[in-house]
């Protein structure tokens, strides 16, 4: 039983309020660790999956609870994390997690956007959706795990800024980025359960000031037709290693036409074709790259990430990143 099978739920209440538990691969074979830091992050966020950037995995994670909310401060080697539709539709909780990067930096993905964080940066993403978080170097990240209904209380429509960056240059985020440190500070300290309870209305407050900065534009841009383009990207991200996905099946899945497709996304700097194709090599590259499948022949890999043939997939692979998919694996 693969460790995702094996949690398929929360943990419920987690720690006592107030009380801040640590876990800690330390103790833990080596060739069992991922296994155990994937069973830890599920049941501290929400179902995930956690892969090694290499062979030796450490990592170790302080978390604790505060009213609803859940706050955790993980550090660990380089690794990536990735959420998927099925791992989606199989929750039945619904959170915002806030990424406070602390130290090095993390590539955040979802609904086809992708943003870098650096130290003291943080950004809103939706448990609801598909995700993915690369951290290139060993990491430390804050996590604040909000339900989703506390949320909406200080902020109409999360949705609308999920994954914008919020710099710590700018003086509201900043304000949040520290207050949520120093809110961590306290609880290492000892603070009481019942005063820590009561910081609950503050965060949310703080994290609202901070978005309130926003520019009308960017919140924009996630309703309606950003909505739609959230979506489509979505679609695409789920059926990348079809081969015969067309503009066409895009447009007859929304029940739109292939010019309306074109017209939501002329604004960006590739076309629907270009982006699925980008992708495509994308993954097909993290396939390559990944140790556990080093066994897998490259047609194989070429095929399962939505490419007819070996040739082709080897002639596009080149001309984005300079060598043939046998070199890149090497």
Not at 188 to 208: I, K, N, S, T, Y
Not at 283 to 292: F, G, H, T
């Amino acid at each position: 039983m693969s460790h995702l099978a094996a949690c398929t739920t929360n943990d419920g209440a987690g720690p006592k309020p107030g009380a801040i538990q640590s876990l800690s691969t330390s103790g833990v074979l080596p060739k069992l660790r991922l296994e155990y830091w994937n069973d830890v992050a599920c049941r501290t966020f929400t179902q995930q999956t956690v892969d090694a950037s290499s062979p030796r995995f450490d990592a170790v994670m302080y978390r604790t609870n505060v009213g609803d909310m859940r706050m955790a401060l993980a550090i660990s080697s380089g690794s990536r994390i990735t959420r998927s539709s099925h791992q989606v539709a199989l929750s039945r909780e619904a959170f915002f997690l806030v990424h406070l990067q602390l130290a090095g930096t993390s590539v955040n993905r979802q609904d086809g956007r992708e943003i870098e964080l650096a130290e003291g940066d943080f950004a809103l993403v939706d448990s609801t959706r598909p995700y993915q978080i690369a951290f290139e170097q060993s990491t430390s990240i804050m996590v604040l795990r909000i339900p989703q209904a506390s949320m909406r209380r200080v902020i109409a429509s999360p949705e609308s800024v999920t994954l914008v960056p919020m710099s710590a240059r700018a003086p509201a985020n900043r304000l949040a980025s520290r207050f949520l440190q120093d809110i961590w500070s306290a609880l290492l300290g000892g603070m009481e359960p019942d005063p820590a309870d009561r910081l609950c209305r503050p965060v949310l407050d703080v994290l609202a000031n901070a978005y309130a900065a926003v520019p009308a534009a960017l919140a924009e841009g996630s309703s309606m037709a950003g909505a739609l383009r959230v979506q489509i990207r979505s679609f695409i991200e789920d059926h990348l290693g079809n081969p015969d996905l067309s503009l066409t099946d895009i447009a007859s899945a929304f029940g739109i036409s292939s010019r309306y497709v074109h017209v939501l996304f002329q604004d960006d700097a590739e076309t629907v074709s270009e982006y699925i194709q980008r992708r495509r090599l994308e993954e097909a590259a993290r396939s390559l790259a990944d140790p556990m499948r080093a066994r897998v022949s490259i047609a194989a890999i070429a095929a399962s990430h939505g490419f007819k043939s070996q040739a082709h997939f080897s002639r596009l692979f080149r001309a984005r990143h300079g060598m043939t998919p046998r070199e890149f694996r090497r």
